[in-house]
């Protein structure tokens, strides 16, 4: 069965040539121009990823994300013609996966849609292997749980809301326990090595974590920034 991809854009001429394209790539492709709409489809359609632009009528990028994320871990690519850093932050902050910067390569794009696409089956396969007969120990770090099987992190036996990325990433981190492992190093085994994107997203998401598993998130003592090479998991 083909990928569904839910593309929002309210250029028309661009909305057209990212829905030529991505079929000509063999994905199953709906496309609307405006964030009310988006919403709609979303919901309607269970799109296996959403290509969302940042300037939209009606409700711009950035609330459309964010209410996604309410409802769904659908992975969201933004599209932005603007190049400000705060513009990338906000995005990944309230949800997006990754982001591109208008004009674009439509060939960048398709690797982007490619890597991400790939990362969702990973996730899928590993949520099937959780549900099977095989049941893995859970991670444990004195009030910290991290349960595999169930997808879950537990701190202080408080389930935290964790989103599929973070659980990854913490995940990982964990496997690694003591160990410097460099942002480039992490981009590649948690997001794939397809994926085109920078460590901004990894400091963004090591952030998240912290507020979620450290018991005083400015001082960190369970991922531990080792300047100028990367971070360590301390448990």
Not at 26 to 31: H, K, N, S
């Amino acid at each position: 069965m083909a990928d569904k991809i839910l593309v929002v854009e309210d250029e028309l001429s661009l909305q057209e040539t990212l829905a030529y394209n991505l079929k000509k790539q063999g994905y199953e492709v709906e496309a609307v121009g405006d964030g009310l709409a988006a919403l709609d489809k979303a919901r309607q359609a269970h799109p296996d990823l959403i290509v969302l632009d940042l300037m939209l009528p009606g409700m711009d990028g950035f609330e459309v994300c964010r209410v996604l994320r309410q409802e769904m871990t659908t992975p969201v690519l933004m599209l932005t013609a603007r190049d400000d850093e705060i513009d990338r932050v906000v995005g990944l902050e309230v949800g997006a996966d990754d982001y591109m910067t208008k004009p674009f390569s439509m060939r960048e794009l398709m690797a982007r849609v490619k890597a991400m696409l790939r990362r969702v089956r990973l996730v899928r396969e590993e949520i099937n292997l959780a549900a099977s007969p095989v049941t893995v120990q859970p991670l444990t770090f004195d009030d910290l749980v991290i349960d595999v099987t169930r997808r879950e992190v537990r701190v202080q036996d408080q389930v935290q809301a964790l989103k599929p990325k973070e659980f990854e990433l913490l995940h990982f981190l964990a496997l690694h326990r003591g160990k410097v492992l460099s942002r480039e190093f992490i981009l590649e085994r948690v997001w794939g090595w397809e994926y085109i994107g920078d460590s901004r997203t990894v400091d963004v998401h090591v952030r998240w974590l912290r507020e979620k598993i450290e018991p005083n998130p400015a001082q960190p003592k369970r991922i531990i920034t080792v300047r100028g090479a990367g971070y360590r998991f301390e448990g």
